[in-house]
């Protein structure tokens, strides 16, 4: 008997240590998706990959602060119509190119090729830096 309640111990303890491994690579590959923004170009990517893909989330993570609630509202506006919402998520989106203009230290214009759904474009976003991360600015035209 005594033998059945070791065996069955060890096997407790090593489900437990499998359960707490899957729960920090877990927490751990949450951490690494943490987008780029530490350049106009990756956070130009970040964005134009999160709008066309309807990440609002991370959108509003790369966006400047008094853009945010521009953000909410266009999420407000998603939520009303899942089913728009859900087309949107599976937007096809490769972003092909990004080249950044220095206004000056805490001002870039960035231009951006991809394509989205296979389909060429190209845009141009303003971007400010704040807090030592670059952000893109969908108010104010440089």
């Not at 937007?91 to 203009?101: P, Q, R, W």
């Not at 206004?103 to 830096?129: G, P, V, W």
Request: glycine share 0%; proline share 1%; hydrophobic share 35%.
């Amino acid at each position: 008997m005594y033998f059945c309640n070791l065996n069955f111990t060890k096997m407790r303890k090593i489900k437990l240590l499998l359960l707490a491994a899957i729960a920090a690579s877990t927490l751990f590959s949450c951490n690494s998706k943490k987008k780029d923004v530490s350049t106009p170009e990756n956070a130009t990517k970040t964005f134009v990959t999160a709008f066309y893909t309807g990440n609002f989330d991370e959108m509003y993570n790369c966006t400047v602060k008094n853009n945010r609630p521009i953000i909410q509202q266009m999420q407000k506006a998603m939520n009303t119509n899942k089913e728009k919402l859900e087309s949107v998520r599976k937007n096809e989106i490769e972003v092909l190119d990004v080249t950044s203009n220095m206004i000056n230290d805490s001002i870039a214009e960035c231009e951006c090729h991809f394509l989205y759904n296979k389909q060429k474009k190209k845009m141009t976003y303003n971007l400010r830096n704040e807090d030592d991360k670059w952000l893109v600015d969908l108010t104010v035209s440089y």
